[in-house]
């Protein structure tokens, strides 16, 4: 009897219309990575996509950038010596993969899904930065493993809608929304099907790893565990800022996630880390 992660497997290795990694984040990653290339070329290959480029030049024009010194901001080169390279690298990668998933089905609010991703890349980001652990990752790493951590909601709302039917009244009928009720009724969970698409990608095996275990962190390789664990508590970070009720209770599961040890990030520390994430999260929105 076939089961859904045969389906999965058929689909993702069949389907005509199958999302691809966007073609500039290849380029761009190429740029950023030569030690010959400048802000001129690199503002050319942002400049080939105008809506890109427009999404680059609003977040540099935003509350958070905005200089009363420099001004409007009107041309990408500007933007990127405003932003500096790695802000302008990771808004480019947001604003190529939703525009590679612009559509959805019915079950899926495109706005507040990529919102929420956002928040949970940033917040992976924060945690990077704060770490003082030699075993911890690159800020890079934690941002993009956020940003796609939910992919497979995507891949379920466009290829599997009788599933995700499915799924989505079993979640009504629980009044949450549930990795365990998803394995339950699919044998897998949506970071699962995510991580099939980030393989057939050939992403990195730690950013792949980090989506598909991030529901169940325990079951992450050691090497990308830590990554994994905190895909997992940005992912909370995210559901903390979003919540009208429960914070405080959301907020001491946060506290005593043993990551912090791990990042060596003392606890007090992490509420200042939320903080950090809504303020950076606010410019970014303006990508969806």
Known sequence: M????????VKLATVEDLPTLPS??????RLLHSESSGVAE?????????GIAG????VANSVMFYSSMSGTIVSVRDAIVRLGLKEVGQLVSSA??????????SHLNPKRFWRRSLCTAVAGRVIARAARSSKSFAEEEAYMAGLLHDLGFLILDQYF?????QLHAAFESKGADSADIERDILGIDHGEIGGYLLDLWNLPMPLVHAVTWHNQPENAVPETRLLTETVRTSELITEILEAENAADERMQTLLDREL???????????ASIVAETKKDSTPVFALV
């Open 161 to 165: 809608p009788d599933d995700y039917e």
């Open 42 to 50: 690199i503002a050319l290959v942002i400049e080939e996509d105008p």
């Open 260 to 270: 912090w040890a791990e990042l060596c990030i003392p606890t007090e520390d992490v």
């Open 55 to 58: 999404g680059v030049l609003r």
């Open 2 to 9: 076939s089961t859904f992660r045969d389906k999965l497997k």
């Open 96 to 105: 190529a993969l939703i525009r590679t998933f612009k559509t959805t089905g």
């Open 24 to 29: 500039i984040l290849t380029e761009l990653e």
